[in-house]
């Protein structure tokens, strides 16, 4: 493991016990319809394995975890993380389908063409290596299988940009020094977002790792986007 995927872990295990809490807090909710959303796209081609990347405390693979017939596997390198989605899994007795999984996206442990579709919540932006991930999420796609990315953006609109702006640089920065231990891991995640490549640009991206069919959908005047992208060759 590299110096920064050692303190990406460090950070992501040190607030993961208030993670869910200051979720709600910071995207008003907002972020469990976006997560359904993902779930409806994926339904759509009857999947029997699903690889929820970066799945942190399961939120998106106990969703997932829904559809029938289907086994979910939720990969994250942070223990913590996973400890919180365990026991969330545990409560709701939704267990039978997922299994939790320490891993990197970087380097896979399952084989090419092990699944339906790959998942990932706001996750890529915390990817040491973003291209290398991206090309492991395509070995491991069936043909057809779909990558479907929730992610952070950005605002166009100059209104909704000042609104974001006051919302990130105050809202986000006072709740993660209330709420967290650590609020310089708050810090990072805003200003991180400010500079990770997204709509037209992250499908170029996704494009140039030769995922076809690529289309994204803004939520929120911008605050997130959905990207699919499926493996065609
Ligand atoms: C912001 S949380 C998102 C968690 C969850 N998917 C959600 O939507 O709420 C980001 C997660 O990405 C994980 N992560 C960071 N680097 C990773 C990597 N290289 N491979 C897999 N997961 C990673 C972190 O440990 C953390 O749990």
Not at 139 to 163: A, C, H, Q, W, Y
């Amino acid at each position: 493991m590299t110096k920064r995927s050692n303190l990406n872990k460090e950070m992501f295990d040190s607030i993961s016990k208030e993670y869910d809490f200051i979720n709600n807090l910071i995207t008003f909710g907002f972020h469990k319809k976006w997560k359904k959303e993902i779930i409806e796209i994926v339904k759509k081609i009857k999947p029997k394995k699903i690889l929820d990347l970066a799945t942190g405390t399961a939120d998106i693979a106990i969703q997932l975890s829904s559809i029938e017939n289907c086994k979910i596997i939720a990969v994250d390198p942070s223990t913590k993380m996973l400890k919180i989605g365990h026991r969330k899994i545990q409560k709701l007795n939704s267990n039978k389908n997922i299994l939790l999984e320490e891993g990197n996206s970087e380097n896979l442990k399952y084989g090419k063409k092990t699944f339906d579709a790959v998942t990932i919540g706001y996750g890529v932006r915390n990817f040491t290596n973003l291209k290398k991930s991206l090309n492991e999420t395509y070995r491991v796609l069936k043909n057809d299988g779909l990558l479907i990315i929730l992610e952070t953006s950005l605002p166009t609109n100059p209104l909704m940009s000042f609104f974001y702006n006051i919302h990130t640089k105050l809202y986000v920065r006072l709740i993660g020094m209330i709420f967290s231990n650590n609020s310089n891991a708050y810090k990072y995640l805003q200003s991180s977002a400010k500079t990770f490549p997204h709509g037209e640009a992250f499908k170029k991206i996704l494009i140039d790792l030769n995922f076809k069919d690529v289309r994204f959908e803004i939520k929120l005047f911008g605050a997130s986007t959905i990207y699919v992208a499926k493996k065609s060759i």
